[in-house]
C-alpha cells in the first residue's frame, strides 16, 4: 500500500508568516497564515527590518499551528519545503533558517522553492483534477510574468516586466491617493463604486515581445492627481481607480490572451496575490470564455502569500528528487 506523503511548507518572502501541510502534493490539511498587515500599514507599506523581526517571533508557533491543524506531528513529515527566493532578503531568510533547522533535526530532505513557481501550484491544490501543461499569468506585488507549465517541475518564462509590477502600481497609485496599506484591495474596493471614465494612457498596448511595463501608467496616474491638486480641484478617487484598474488589468489581460493565442495554449491559470482582484478575475474569465479557454482561478487565500502553494509546489518536486537543497541553502532576493 502507497504511504502518505506529507510535506511541510514555509512561506516568509514579505509580509506574511505562513506554514501549511499538504498531503499527497495535492490536500491541503492546514494552511496558517500570520499577517502583518497592521504592523506595516503606519507606515504606508512593508519595512523589511520589521517584517523580518516579526517572522522570528511567528514562525515556530506558526509551523507548531500547521502541524497541529494537519492531525500530524513532525515525525510524520516526509520533507520540508520552504520559499528562498524571490523576496525580502532579511524575511527570507527567516523561513529558510527554520526550514533548515527542522530538516535537519528530522533527518529528512529540505527543497527550495521558488515563490513565483510556488503561486502557480496553488492551481494544483484548488483543482485537483488540473494537470499540465498550461500558461499562466503571475501577478503580484513584485512580479508580472507569464510562466509556461510543461510539466509539474518544468517552468518557462515567456514574459516578465520591464519595470514595476501591476501590484506593486496598485500600492504605488493607493499611495497617491492617501488609501492605506495594502493598497490593492482599497484601489480595488473604491474602483467598484467609480466609472472608467478617464484615459491615464492611451498608448499603453500590448507590446511585440509580450513583456509588461506598468511604470508610464503609474507616473501618468500621480501626475494627474497632481495637478488636481495644485489646482485646488476635488480629487475624483473612485472613478480615478476604475480607471487605472481598467487600464492596467486590460492591458495585463490583453498581453495574456494574446502569448495564450500564440502559443495555441488554451488552459490558462492565474496566481498572485493581484489574482484576487475582482476586475481582472471578471475580465479574464470574460476573455477566456469568448475563446473557449478554460481558465483556473484560486480562491483569494490561495492567491496571496502562503505556505500551501509552497507545500505544493515542494511535493512535486519531492516526487521527482528535484530541487532538494542541503544546509548550504541561502535566500535569494531575486530569482533569474
Do not use: W
Not at 496598485?170 to 474602483?191: N, Q, S, T
Amino acid at each position: 500500500m502507497k504511504k502518505d506523503i506529507y510535506i511541510l511548507g514555509i512561506e516568509s518572502s514579505c509580509d506574511e508568516t505562513s506554514a501549511a501541510v499538504v498531503k499527497n502534493s495535492r490536500e491541503c490539511l492546514s494552511n496558517v497564515i500570520a499577517s502583518q498587515i497592521e504592523i506595516h500599514r503606519r507606515f504606508g507599506g512593508v519595512v523589511p527590518e520589521i517584517a523580518g523581526r516579526n517572522h522570528l517571533l511567528a514562525v515556530m508557533p506558526v509551523v507548531d499551528e500547521a502541524l497541529a491543524k494537519a492531525g500530524i506531528g513532525m515525525k510524520d513529515l516526509d520533507a520540508v519545503a520552504v520559499t528562498y527566493g524571490a523576496g525580502l532578503i532579511g524575511c527570507l531568510l527567516v523561513g529558510v533558517s527554520a526550514a533548515k533547522a527542522i530538516a535537519y533535526a528530522l533527518g529528512i530532505p529540505l527543497i527550495a522553492v521558488n515563490h513565483i513557481q510556488g503561486h502557480i501550484a496553488a492551481n494544483f491544490i484548488a483543482f485537483p483534477d488540473l494537470q499540465p501543461p498550461l500558461l499562466s499569468l503571475v501577478a503580484s506585488g513584485g512580479h508580472t510574468s507569464i510562466i509556461a507549465v510543461e510539466d509539474y517541475n518544468t517552468y518557462k518564462s515567456i514574459s516578465a516586466t520591464l519595470d514595476d509590477a501591476i501590484g506593486e502600481s496598485f500600492d504605488k497609485v493607493a499611495r497617491i491617493l492617501g488609501l492605506p496599506y495594502p493598497g490593492g484591495p482599497e484601489i480595488d474596493r473604491h474602483g467598484r463604486n467609480g466609472k472608467a471614465n478617464i484615459r491615464f494612457c492611451p498608448n499603453l498596448h500590448v507590446r511585440g515581445d509580450l513583456s509588461y511595463t506598468f511604470s508610464g501608467l503609474k507616473t501618468a496616474v500621480v501626475n494627474y492627481v497632481h495637478n488636481l491638486r495644485q489646482r485646488g480641484e476635488e480629487i475624483p478617487v473612485d472613478d480615478i481607480c476604475a480607471s487605472f484598474t481598467a487600464e492596467a488589468v486590460g492591458y495585463t489581460v490583453d498581453t495574456f490572451i494574446r502569448c495564450a493565442e500564440e502559443r495555441g495554449v488554451t488552459r490558462l491559470a492565474l496566481a498572485g496575490g493581484v489574482a484576487a482582484n475582482s476586475y481582472l478575475r471578471s475580465l479574464l474569465a470574460s476573455e477566456c470564455e469568448k475563446r473557449g479557454f478554460s481558465l483556473f482561478v484560486p480562491p483569494p487565500v490561495l492567491c496571496t502569500d502562503n505556505a500551501a502553494m509552497i507545500a505544493a509546489r515542494g511535493s512535486f518536486a519531492f516526487a521527482e528528487g528535484k530541487d532538494i537543497a542541503d544546509l548550504s541553502l541561502n535566500a535569494k532576493s531575486v530569482i533569474v
